[in-house]
């Protein structure tokens, strides 16, 4: 059972290490980074959660949040290579569930839509990159390999291999390149597409007047 754990930690430092370019060795990743930090409090708090011990999973939750910034309920599911980059203001709630491979960036609330018992949190399928500020609301399912962009509130399910901007969140691409980055510049506006939208709609009007007019 130590073993199994020590290859844990070891495969959680190697995920950070791989996916940021600022982290220069092993040792700055466990000493420095308060995302690893809160992950490996998190699946203690998780382990003993599931022991059914008291009151001591959410003190270690609400001790971890003082340290770091990042808020995870001890009832949250997280699979292997969790990364939270920077980390400051994330909260994590109590029935979300996070498959393997994600990836979270700063300010990024994965949340509820009210005080309904039950799954109310939002699952997040393998591979699936949100960016900071982001807001994933409710029961809903992400799916695999989807990029949420900065600042979007996510209220509605997601197919795979999506990318989904703005308030609410709207899809904007599908079926990317998998480079489990998420790259802003390379998101479409979401306004602008609607706009262009609209002018197309528009020239097919006035061609369709046109024509009937001669």
């Known amino acids: ?76 599911t997280i699979g292997r290579r969790f990364f939270i980059d920077h980390g400051m203001g994330v909260v994590i709630g109590e029935t979300t569930i996070i498959k393997d491979d994600v990836l979270l960036y700063q300010g990024v609330t994965l949340g509820g839509t009210g005080k309904e018992h039950g799954k109310r949190h939002p699952t997040l399928m393998n591979g699936v990159v949100v960016g900071a500020g982001a807001k994933v609301l409710g029961n809903i399912t992400i799916g695999e390999n989807v990029r949420i962009g900065a600042g979007s509130v996510v209220i509605d399910n997601v197919p795979e291999h999506s990318t989904v901007v703005g308030i609410p969140a709207r899809i904007v691409a599908q079926r990317f390149e998998q480079d489990g980055q998420l790259q802003h510049n390379r998101i479409p506006d979401p306004v602008q597409c609607a706009l262009n939208r609209l002018k197309y709609e528009v020239q097919d009007i006035k061609e369709t007047l046109e024509k009937i007019n001669n």
């Open 1 to 76: 059972m130590l073993i199994r754990a020590f290859s844990k930690i070891k495969e959680d430092i190697q995920t950070i290490y791989e996916k940021d370019p600022a982290a220069t060795s092993f040792l700055e990743v466990l000493l420095c980074y308060p995302g690893f930090h809160a992950l490996f409090m998190h699946r203690i708090a998780h382990k003993l959660n599931y022991w059914k011990v008291p009151l001591i999973p959410r003190l270690i939750s609400h001790f971890t949040r003082f340290l770091t910034g990042i808020e995870i309920h001890p009832k949250a």
